[in-house]
């Protein structure tokens, strides 16, 4: 069964600095794609960013890029210059068919 | 343009009753989904439809009961409510097979069970 990790429950930066968000993920399926999603208090799920299981290129959307090492099935996302906005909580996922999340990474940004 | 819509925002209702949560989507998507967001936010599939028929139906209590009349649409019913079923439903659309497009979900219905 397809499982999907994410190790820490919180995290905090300070405005303008990085953060890396962990994830992991298990599969025995070869061609499947990675998500990133963002939930703010508003609850609304916002697609920050996708990777394609086949593409080595890392994925990048302005300052949110992503790390993925697809034999060690790790999938971590970078925020650069965080800010205020950025604070959510966030959730990978994957999917082959079905979208299967993580438990989420609540990040806090401090000014 | 709402891309998918789930009504109603928020739903309070007593224990025992019967309630609908409606969703509509105007992407032209051919899948549709039921994900239930628990109290420590976690996220677990419910069911999916793939032009109205269904072809996922994780361990959910059978007075959950979800219907596509068409592929824009998928409605879901809970009878006799319980406390357990206090949570954040989001209905979500995507394009099967996967190519990458995303799942579109709506802004969720937060069901509040007294």
């Known amino acids: 069964a397809q499982t999907v990790t994410q190790s820490q429950p919180e995290m905090s930066v300070q405005e303008a600095e990085t953060v890396t968000l962990s994830c992991t993920y298990d599969?025995?399926?070869?061609?499947?794609?990675l998500f990133w999603y963002k939930q703010p208090p508003s609850r609304q799920m916002i697609l920050v960013i996708r990777?394609?299981?086949?593409?080595?290129q890392n994925a990048t959307e302005n300052r949110f890029s992503v790390n993925f090492q697809k034999a060690a099935k790790s999938f971590s996302l970078k925020i650069s210059d965080s800010q205020l906005g950025d604070a959510a909580m966030y959730f990978c996922?994957?999917?082959?068919?079905?979208?299967?999340f993580g438990t989420g990474t609540l990040l806090a940004v401090q000014p | 343009d709402t891309a998918v819509s789930q009504t109603p925002k928020y739903l309070v209702t007593q224990m025992g009753n019967d309630k609908s949560i409606k969703c509509e989507q105007n992407?032209?998507?051919?899948?549709m989904y039921w994900y239930k967001q628990d109290s420590k936010k976690f996220l677990k599939i419910m069911f999916s439809y793939n032009n109205k028929e269904l072809i996922i139906n994780e361990t959910v209590p059978n007075r959950f009961s979800p219907k596509s009349p068409d592929k824009a649409h998928l409605n879901l019913h809970i009878n006799s409510l319980e406390l357990g079923d206090s949570a954040v439903y989001f209905c979500a659309s995507s394009q099967l097979p996967d190519r990458g497009g995303g799942y579109t979900f709506g802004s969720g219905t937060r069901l509040t069970v007294v």
């Open positions: 990777q394609e299981a086949y593409k080595q």
């Open positions: 599969t025995s399926e070869s061609d499947y794609y």
């Open positions: 996922a994957y999917s082959f068919n079905k979208l299967i």
């Open positions: 992407l032209g998507h051919d899948t």
